[in-house]
Structure formats: C-alpha cells, structure tokens
Antibody, heavy 123, light 108 residues
Framework: QVQLRESGPGLVKPSETLSLTCTVSGYSIRSGYYWGWIRQPPGKGLEWIGSMYHSGSTYSTPSLRSRLTISLDTSKNQVSLKLSSVTAADTAVYYC????????????????WGQGTLVTVSS | SSVLTQPPSVSVAPGKTARITCGGNNIGSNSVHWYQQKPGQAPVLVMYYHSDRPSGIPERFSGSNSGNTATLTISRVEAGDEADYYCQLWDTSSDRWVFGGGTKLTVL
C-alpha cells in the first residue's frame, strides 16, 4: 500500500516561495507512477496543481505553470513542490497523491492521498 | 468556477438511495472518477472509470456516465456516508485535470 506524507512550513510570507515535500513509503517512485499535487483553499473545493512522472515529464495547471516546480528525489523517495511569488490566494491545504495512468493518462485518477498540510500565506 | 457542475448539497434519509450528479459537456465520452472527503480528512477514491470500485469500497456505491451527466449512486445510505463528494476528469479545453465543485451529502 502506497503511503504519502506531506511536510513543510505552515506559514509563508507573501512574494516568497512555498516549498513542500512528500515522502512516499510502500513504493519506489523510480519504479513508475505519476505523482501529483492538489490543493484545497479553506472551505472550498479541490484544485489540481501539477503531476510528474518518474521519468521527469510533467504536467501542470496553466494558471500556475509559470510559478510552479515539481521534482523527484529518488534517493529519498520524495516528491517536491515549489510555488514562487505566493499571495494570500495560495493559502490552502496541499495534498500529495499518486496518480494512476493505465494506458491513457488523460483518463487517470488519484488513488492514494497524503493527509494534507495547511499552508497559510501571510505576513 | 469548475467546468463540471455538481449540486452543492444532497440530503437523504438513512436506508434510502442518494444520487450525486456531475454535469459537463459530453461528459459521457470521458472517464470520470469520484472522491469522498469527510471533514478534516483527505479525499478517498470511491469510484474510477465511472463505475469501477476500489477495494474496500462497499458495493452500495455504484456509478454511471452517459450524455452530459455522470452519476454516483449510494444505495442504502448510512450515517457514515455523510461527506463531500467530488467528480474528476481531464478537461481538454483547459488542458488540465479538473474537479467538480463538490456535493455535500447530508444523511437526515
């Protein structure tokens, strides 16, 4: 069973960079799978941020693409998220999830989720 | 606003059937997935490829997808089914995976 756990600062100042790490257990990220990030502003719905394959190919939501970096550290079995120039609108619970593609990634789904971590953007 | 339209809330008595819809243009031609999120918890996949259940999800949960509407059906609803439910698919027009706005299921 794949398990994921997000970690990182709970408070980030406006204009700075939000950095989160997702530690994966029960599966080697170098073996395959896509790894994604989803966020949920307080009291609101889910928003897909971006996903990365173990080979390095990435997808990201167009509205965040210019500020977003997703990377894998296979030696630590971790997935990282960096979001630059944050504003209060980036305040949310951030979830890491494994993404199952099957034969067609456009039909894929998020099958395992971390517990999420709240990041507040405030001075 | 999401390209997927869900009713904000659905209420149902225990033991009855709840139907949660997800509307979108020609959604029947896409693979739709559903997630359950209880308060303070992470989402859990409850249906994938619109009608397949992950292991551990009760048979009371079923799904369908046709035309412009996908539906998650929960039969013999229990108090423990009370949660927010989200649909998800790939949106070609915006080049991203999208979630519906979510439906709060209340068990009366």
């Amino acid at each position: 069973q794949v398990q994921l756990r997000e970690s990182g600062p709970g408070l980030v100042k406006p204009s700075e960079t939000l950095s989160l790490t997702c530690t994966v257990s029960g599966y080697s990220i170098r073996s395959g799978y896509y790894w994604g990030w989803i966020r949920q502003p307080p009291g609101k719905g889910l928003e897909w941020i971006g996903s990365m394959y173990h080979s390095g190919s990435t997808y990201s939501t167009p509205s965040l693409r210019s500020r977003l970096t997703i990377s894998l550290d296979t030696s630590k079995n971790q997935v990282s998220l960096k979001l630059s120039s944050v504003t209060a609108a980036d305040t949310a619970v951030y979830y890491c999830a494994s993404f199952y593609c099957g034969g067609d990634c456009y039909s894929g789904y998020f099958d395992n989720w971390g517990q999420g971590t709240l990041v507040t953007v405030s001075s | 606003s999401s390209v997927l339209t869900q009713p904000p809330s659905v209420s149902v008595a225990p033991g009855k059937t709840a139907r949660i819809t997800c509307g979108g243009n020609n959604i029947g031609s896409n693979s739709v997935h559903w997630y359950q999120q209880k308060p303070g918890q992470a989402p859990v996949l409850v249906m994938y490829y619109h009608s397949d259940r992950p292991s551990g999800i009760p048979e009371r949960f079923s799904g369908s997808n046709s035309g412009n509407t996908a539906t998650l059906t929960i039969s013999r609803v229990e108090a423990g089914d009370e949660a927010d439910y989200y649909c998800q698919l790939w949106d070609t027009s915006s080049d991203r995976w999208v979630f519906g706005g979510g439906t709060k299921l209340t068990v009366l």
